[in-house]
């Protein structure tokens, strides 16, 4: 059972560009969770999606950032016109339907903005 | 709002020392708790979760305890070895089942040979 995936694993995109970054659950997880960790931050919750529905958004940015989770294939977290603030590690996450609701987390996705 | 502390930022020890690091959140209705290992520049391990209905949870050498009232949890580890050097993250649900976790910022752990 393949655990979360996410790609690309690292991404350099110049200041004003658009960052797209994707995140397959693991097998049988229907909810996938972002979050962002900054240089010298804590992990930070932004938004948490089931199959085609925004659940919680009370963490993504107003402007720029979106996410989505299409009934057919992987979560996306897109960003607009990137600025160097953006550079950071993104991390996915998938919990299962039921039972403990435990959270597995990916790779993440580092994103470099020049 | 939930906030989660976890104090020292650091910790050096020797190698086959027995350890307790520690985590504290200010909202102590919590659903569960889970702590996370992450090694530079890599994605975060699961090690334990516990329910808010669990005083504590084991895997191996490690032991996780929770005290709801007091607002604390602690990740005990056993004998510790080089290979457990990493950064131990504490982390808590706290609106229900699947909802967002709330991190503390870690302890960083180097286990000296």
């Known amino acids: 059972n393949a655990g979360v995936m996410q790609n690309p694993r690292h991404l350099v995109r110049r200041r004003g560009q658009e960052a797209r970054l994707r995140c397959s659950p693991m097998?049988?997880?229907?909810?996938v969770y972002w979050y962002r960790q900054l240089p010298e931050e804590g992990l930070k919750f932004m938004v948490y999606?089931?199959?085609?529905?925004?659940?919680?958004e009370s963490g993504m940015p107003k402007e720029r950032f979106s996410a989505e989770f299409p009934k057919e294939g992987p979560s996306i977290l897109r960003i607009q016109q990137v600025v160097r603030g953006d550079s950071a590690a993104y991390f996915c996450?998938?919990?299962?339907?039921?039972?403990?609701?435990?959270?597995?987390f990916g790779p993440g996705t580092r994103l470099t903005v020049t | 709002k939930q906030e989660v502390t976890q104090i020292p930022a650091a910790l050096s020890v020797p190698e086959g020392e027995n350890l307790v690091l520690n985590c504290s959140f200010t909202?102590?209705?919590?659903?569960?708790l889970q702590w996370f290992r992450q090694d530079p520049g890599k994605g975060l391990t699961s090690l334990l979760l516990i329910q808010s209905s669990q005083r504590e949870q084991t895997s191996g050498r490690l032991n996780a305890s929770l005290d709801k009232s007091s607002g604390r949890s602690t990740l005990y580890i056993a004998a510790s070895q080089p290979g457990d050097s990493a950064t131990y993250l504490c982390?808590?649900?706290?609106?229900?089942?699947?909802?967002?976790?709330?991190f503390g910022k870690g302890i960083t752990l180097s286990v000296r040979p």
């Open positions: 982390a808590v649900s706290s609106t229900g089942a699947n909802s967002k976790l709330t």
């Open positions: 909202d102590s209705a919590i659903y569960n």
């Open positions: 996450a998938s919990s299962p339907p039921e039972g403990s609701y435990e959270q597995y």
């Open positions: 999606l089931q199959k085609e529905n925004i659940i919680d």
């Open positions: 097998k049988g997880h229907s909810h």
